[in-house]
């Protein structure tokens, strides 16, 4: 009799939400005025609230209740490229491109087609890689204070494939991933599909908060971390050398892998050493040329203890075989004749004078971001619902994502997040004093 009432109910409060009955924004009853309107247990009450969060329909928020959530965003955005005009103005993904670089892919075709050992990029390559490839990127890492051998590196297709790759091979379903309480999206989607339970860390405002990560470590079994140190994604931190050899203390305290995420790091200027440099032994350097480069451009290499290197080779062979070796060798040929080097100088300076841009539009609302990165943060005032206010912009032409895409609390906090790599200078100032209109409205 139970359930009959409770799916009853649920079905109820759904209708009334896809309905407009119970608009965007509407706050609902607590769950204890909710059990005693129905007559139901509060345990009762708490399963309705959570199958319509589970549905996408609501929304807790500790401390302040449980909202409608505005049905016109479209889902998955800010994950999934979001269908719409390509007129709009797109600010939930980064594919940061320099003038020339089309050009530039012109003449690396060709200097490809000229090149004696042409035939043997039709053929399949070493699930790592080929050596000399391999030799290559040692060479880049250790310019960015990685030392490592190139029987450690492998070629993946880019840093998502890297990750997946890392986590099939060295983690099991049920396992436990401490995080950041805001990350990557393509990390908690590979989570997902892995099965694996991420446990939220708290954020100061210069990275991850190391004393709720020992905490956490002494009361649950955690296999790993996932972290990005140099150019955190979303808030743009970058670790200190002694937060850093802090993280690491307490990954070998608790026996931990680090997983570290690299993919916006080229946009620091002389950051500290990379965690695999401070702890090569337990931990997995992820990098990739697609932020660097181009997001087309699917070229990714893993650094690794040797120990991991035969069950990492596993896992691309499972996945992908192979690197696509025609995209490694362009990309291999621009480390070696300091193309990539120029490219990461050139967008370092693009991202900054877009971060000016963002002072200049965005300068009287809170802003949490890195100087050079090539994203923004916006928590938003206590009075606005980020979905609201995404799906407004998105009525007025311009695609922003919500902090749901990155939060791995339970309890999401509104914020937006924008991309400003995307556009031109004049698309993006456009598209911010929209962001800023519908925000100060």
């Known amino acids: 009799m139970a359930d009959t009432r409770y799916k009853s109910l649920v079905d109820q409060l759904a209708q009334q939400i896809r309905t407009g009955q119970l608009p965007a924004g509407t706050r609902l009853p607590t769950h204890r005025k909710l059990a005693a309107l129905h007559g139901l247990a509060l345990v009762t009450a708490t399963r309705v609230y959570a199958e319509l969060q589970t549905m996408g329909l609501v929304s807790g928020e500790a401390g302040r209740g449980t909202f409608v959530k505005d049905l016109s965003l479209p889902l998955g955005l800010g994950v999934d490229y979001p269908a719409q005009d390509p007129g709009h103005a797109d600010l939930t993904f980064n594919s940061p491109l320099i003038p020339g670089q089309t050009e530039l892919l012109r003449t690396a075709l060709r200097q490809l087609a000229n090149a004696g050992d042409l035939e043997s990029l039709l053929h399949y390559q070493p699930h790592a890689g080929r050596p000399q490839e391999r030799a290559i990127v040692a ?53 997902e ?21 020992e905490s956490l470590c002494t009361r649950r079994k955690v296999r790993a971390i996932y972290a990005m140190p140099t150019m955190h994604n979303p808030l ?61 451009l699917r070229v990714g290499f893993i650094a690794a203890p040797t120990a991991f290197i035969p069950r990492l080779e596993r896992g691309i062979r499972a996945t992908t075989w192979n690197t696509a070796a025609v995209m490694t060798a362009i990309g291999c040929q621009w480390l070696q004749d300091g193309t ?80 400003l790599g ?20």
């Not at 880049?140 to 051998?149: A, I, N, T």
């Not at 995307?422 to 409205?441: F, G, H, Q």
Request: no cysteine; net charge positive; glycine share 4%.
């Open 422 to 441: 995307s556009m031109t200078m004049e698309r993006l100032r456009k598209a911010l004093i929209a962001v800023r209109d519908e925000i100060a409205y």
């Open 193 to 213: 599909s892995m099965r694996l339970e991420l446990l939220p860390i708290p954020a100061t405002a210069h990275g991850p908060d190391l004393e709720a990560l």
């Open 236 to 296: 743009g931190w970058v670790m200190s050398l002694t937060t850093r050899r802090k993280l690491v203390a307490t990954a070998r305290k608790h026996d931990l892998l680090i997983i570290e995420d690299a993919a916006y790091a080229f946009l620091a200027n002389a950051p500290p050493p990379p965690l695999a440099a401070l702890a090569p032994d337990i931990t997995v350097y992820v990098n990739a040329l697609s932020k660097s480069i181009a997001t087309g």
């Open 139 to 191: 060479a880049h890492l250790l310019s960015r204070g990685l030392q490592v051998d190139p029987s450690q590196l492998l070629f993946v297709d880019g840093a998502q494939h890297g990750l997946t790759v890392t986590t099939m091979a060295l983690l099991r379903p049920g396992d436990a991933v401490a995080v950041d309480a805001l990350t990557y999206p393509g990390f908690k989607l590979l989570a």
């Open 340 to 419: 990539i080097h120029r490219l990461e100088a050139e967008k370092r300076a693009d991202a900054a004078a877009r971060q000016a841009v963002v002072s200049e539009v965005l300068g009287k609302l809170r802003v949490i971001r890195h100087p050079h990165s090539y994203y923004v943060w916006i928590p938003l005032p206590n009075e606005l619902r980020a979905d609201q206010v995404a799906s407004a912009l998105l009525r007025h032409g311009v695609a922003v994502a919500t902090a749901q895409t990155y939060a791995t609390t339970p309890s999401v906090p509104h914020a937006l997040r924008l991309a």
